[in-house]
Nanobody
Framework: QVQLVESGGGLVQPGGSLRLSCAAS????????IAWFRQAPGKEREGVAC????????YYKDSVQGRLTISRDNAKNTVYLQMNSLKPEDPAVYYC????????????????????????WGQGTQVTVSS
């Protein structure tokens, strides 16, 4: 049974940083892509970053490129999302998700951050940006 548990959310000032963690269990780590999504009140859930184990590649939503960095620690079965220079448009509940249908984030591009490709989801962690 795939299980994903997010942590690391909280309150941060504009321009500040946070690192989110996604601890995964219950599946063959190397077979899965992990992505981060976010959902603000009244908005649809959107993908922000994906990382695949097969080739180590990543893909980012354009608007977060350069500010958010996704990485994975294979020894700990954990994926991280380092968020820097947080902006007023960043507050949301952030979710991690797993998919065994995303073979390469780089090759699949924007498809790698489409919700429909993902079958397993964590419970989410709240990120608030406020002064």
């Amino acid at each position: 049974q795939v299980q994903l548990v997010e942590s690391g959310g909280g309150l941060v000032q504009p321009g500040g940083s946070l690192r989110l963690s996604c601890a995964a269990s219950g599946f063959t780590w190397d077979d899965y892509a992990i992505a981060w999504f976010r959902q603000a009140p009244g908005k649809e859930r959107e993908g922000v970053a994906c990382i695949t184990s097969s080739d180590g590649s990543t893909y980012y939503k354009d608007s977060v490129q350069g500010r958010l960095t996704i990485s994975r620690d294979n020894a700990k079965n954990t994926v991280y999302l380092q968020m820097n220079s947080l902006k007023p448009e960043d507050p949301a509940v952030y979710y991690c998700a797993a998919s065994n249908r995303i073979t390469s984030a780089r090759a699949m591009g924007v498809l790698s951050i489409i919700t429909g490709w993902y079958d397993a989801w964590g419970q989410g962690t709240q990120v608030t940006v406020s002064s």
